[in-house]
């Protein structure tokens, strides 16, 4: 068996998000969030599941950070739920949501584990979104304002921080598909937002550094290599266009300060102008530390005039593996889009943010869930992952996504990814065989092939 060892200082760690686990949805002060209001709207989340309880980790915040240690993490990745520290989204701080999270981090750092924060993971104040939300150009200002009270309740013990989670998913699936949180179908709107929480991530940026905090700071972005169906140019037209409304459309402004010229001028001709002013982009493409990005599958696709604005239908290849989710299991693609990364925009460093799979996980009759898909799952990408870095690719960490089980948005508590599982009825964590190879993967400190 090939040993592949990582780096020395390579970052084990899983992650999180707060409206996925935390439930107290109005507990101790908190306010209304934007998935509060979308989950508790009814035919929006399947079973009608909402985020009210989820694992409940507001109250067993220690049991959780107990097993985090278990597992022998180096790192976890949570973020934090605005909402529940400024419950009107600015203005009056609520002291007792602040203290959930200083008392977690401190639970962290006792147990030797370093804090990875995600300021914005989807769970915007509703009082917000009631001025507008993401399409107003202010929500940059109260986010900048948010972001500066946590930097200086806890920006001299974090080492890692990430503006953003996936802003395209908050985009596009929130405001083009209506699929998440707040629910609109207005392609324009869309377009206003991904550029407002693109220039709030830089100003966050600016702010960051004014302070001159220790840690690192930088965005995490879901990234998905696509695939031409064949090689005639019509199909790599189609690839070339939908990389660009996934990918370019985030990369390009932070990392050249300005969008992909052809997307824009297809999006001026079909959607519509969304403001951008004057310094916009020098804001946003500031300099970050490292790029998070959450990999989890391939796009094959091929042009069909008829199919979307961009006239790209995806397809599904015959023959190979898809998780629950209906996402292909295609590892390669994480070797290929980090090479492409390092070659094309040559970030400083990457974190694989979150990288992790759904799959039909059950309690056996000995009492343990053996989840051996996911584990060949997390193997063949973390083979991947050290092909690039023997590349030469930065990649300084890996954070399995999830943790635990959790609320997956519009799919609810339907679809399981965590190492840990939870038993919704009485929330009893077990730990899955995933949890217990990934404790020896980061023991070893390599995996075998
Ligand atoms: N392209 N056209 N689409 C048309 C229809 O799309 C509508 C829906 O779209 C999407 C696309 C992607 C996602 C998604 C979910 N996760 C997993 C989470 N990552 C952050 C963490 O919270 C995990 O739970 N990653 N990505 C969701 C919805």
Redesign the pocket.
């Known amino acids: 068996m090939h040993r592949r060892y990582f780096p020395e200082d390579f970052i084990w760690g899983a992650a999180t998000?707060s409206y996925?686990i935390e439930g107290a949805y109005n507990e101790d002060g908190k306010g209304e969030s934007i998935w509060d209001r979308f989950s508790h709207t009814p035919g929006k989340i399947l079973n009608g599941d909402t985020g009210d309880v989820a694992c409940d980790h507001y109250h067993r915040f220690r049991e959780d950070v107990k097993l985090m240690k278990e597992l022998g993490l180096d790192s976890y990745r949570f973020s934090i739920s605005w909402p529940r520290v400024l419950p009107e989204g600015k203005g009056q701080v609520n002291e007792k949501g602040l203290d959930f999270y200083k008392q977690l981090v401190d639970q962290l750092l006792k147990a030797g584990i370093d804090p990875a924060i995600t300021l914005y993971?989807?769970d915007l104040p509703q009082a917000l979104q009631e001025k507008g939300g993401w399409a107003n150009r202010d929500t940059a200002k109260y986010f900048v304002e948010y972001a500066n009270l946590i930097f200086k309740e806890l920006g001299d013990v974090v080492p890692l921080w990430i503006t953003h989670?996936?802003p395209w998913?908050v985009s596009?699936?929130g405001h083009a598909?209506g699929?998440?949180a707040p629910g609109i179908k207005n392609y324009q709107t869309a377009l206003q937002v991904a550029h407002n929480l693109l220039l709030s991530h830089g100003m966050a940026v600016q702010s960051f550094r004014q302070l001159g905090l220790p840690g690192k700071i930088g965005i995490t972005l879901?990234l998905t290599p696509v695939y031409p169906f064949s090689d005639n140019e019509a199909d790599q037209k189609a690839c070339d266009l939908q990389d660009a409304f996934?990918n370019r459309w985030f990369l390009d402004p932070i990392f050249e300060g300005s969008y992909p010229e052809e997307l824009h001028q297809i999006y001026r001709k079909k959607v519509g102008e969304f403001i951008i002013k004057n310094d916009d982009l020098e804001i946003i493409n500031q300099k970050i530390d490292f790029l998070g990005i959450?990999y989890?599958l391939r796009l094959v696709v091929k042009h069909n005039p008829d199919y979307n604005i961009f006239g790209v239908e995806?397809v599904k290849p015959e023959g190979r593996e898809y998780t629950e989710m209906g996402w292909e299991v295609y590892p390669e693609g994480l070797y290929d889009l980090l090479i492409r990364l390092h070659k094309d925009y040559a970030p400083e460093a990457l974190y694989i943010t979150?990288n992790g799979a759904a799959y039909q996980d059950q309690i056996d009759a000995d009492g343990r869930v053996h989840d051996q898909k996911r584990i060949a799952y997390l193997k063949a990408h973390l083979k991947n992952a050290h092909r690039a870095i023997e590349a030469g690719v930065p990649v300084k960490g890996y954070y399995i996504?999830?943790l635990m089980d959790n609320f997956?948005?519009a799919f609810g508590y339907s679809k399981r990814?965590g190492l840990i599982y939870i038993n919704y009825d009485n929330q009893q964590r077990i730990l899955k065989d995933s949890a217990y190879w990934y404790r020896t993967i980061i023991a070893k400190n390599y995996i075998e092939d």
């Open positions: 998000a996925q993971h989807w989670n996936e998913v596009f699936p598909f699929e998440h879901n996934i959450n989890y995806t979150e996504w999830s997956e948005w990814f």
